[in-house]
């Protein structure tokens, strides 16, 4: 009896050891080097959608440009890693970062409950609301005036949100389109394909002032929401690193000039 007790022992200090290995090993699995990581890759690689203006997109000379690309290269010139805008199918995003083909999402990505608790964001730095795009003639000057009407928005996006988390706008319309982009579903609204196209306000009064097609915004807005930088879940280091460099940016004057040279005028909510 006393000899089954010594090996019972035995076994139970074995399993301890074990286990306490193996919780150190998960521990040390968990650990977050993440800024140390971007640093010795060098890179730091932006996804985006290359056609939402002002934020990320391309202009005359096929370059990917934007206030958004603006901020994200002073942020990796203060990392010390070179800057590199990567464009992805917006409606595979979480999947393009998760399998670390990117090291963010930063292009007007709308801060949601949902995704706050599959990625890790930054503190907002810019506000925003979800409007509809009508042809200014079209005497639709509300949101009711779009019933039995066909409305277009971007697969995938915060439009696409807007619309679900509104029933009853999304039961009194025709037919809800999809389209790859917003570049796309403006295409459809001016040739009458569709009859609005539900999108970011930031990028809606962009795009009319840019193109000056006769567009207009319906005045009321479909939901109200903010802009943050979306990160893989483990690498809360990183966003901390780049939430800390917009601050930066914000008090030295940098960021306010980047939004003067987009916007007119400092709209940033960074730090704020």
Known sequence: MKKFSKILALCLV?????????????????????????????TFVLGLDDSFPPLGFRDEKNQIVGYDIDLAKEVAKRLGVKFKAQPIQWDAKEQELNTGKIDCIWNGFTI???????LSFTKAYLDNEQVVVVKANSGITKLSD???KKVG????SSAQEAVDDSPAFKSSVKEIVMFKDNLMA?????????????????????????????????????????YGIGFRKSDVKLRDKVQEILEEMQKDGTAIAISKKWFGKDISVIGK
């Open 186 to 226: 403006l295409n459809d609204l001016e040739i009458g394909q569709v009859d609005g196209v539900v999108m970011d306000s930031i990028v809606a009064n962009y795009s009319i002032t840019a193109t000056k097609k006769p567009f207009a915004v319906v005045s009321e807005a479909l939901a109200t929401e903010e």
């Open 14 to 42: 074995a399993a301890s050891l074990t286990s306490a290995a193996f919780a150190s090993g998960s521990k040390k699995d968990k650990e977050d080097n993440s800024v140390e990581e971007l640093q010795k890759r060098g």
């Open 146 to 148: 779009l019933a039995g």
């Open 112 to 118: 949601t409950a949902e995704r706050q608790e599959a």
């Open 153 to 156: 928005l971007q697969s995938g």
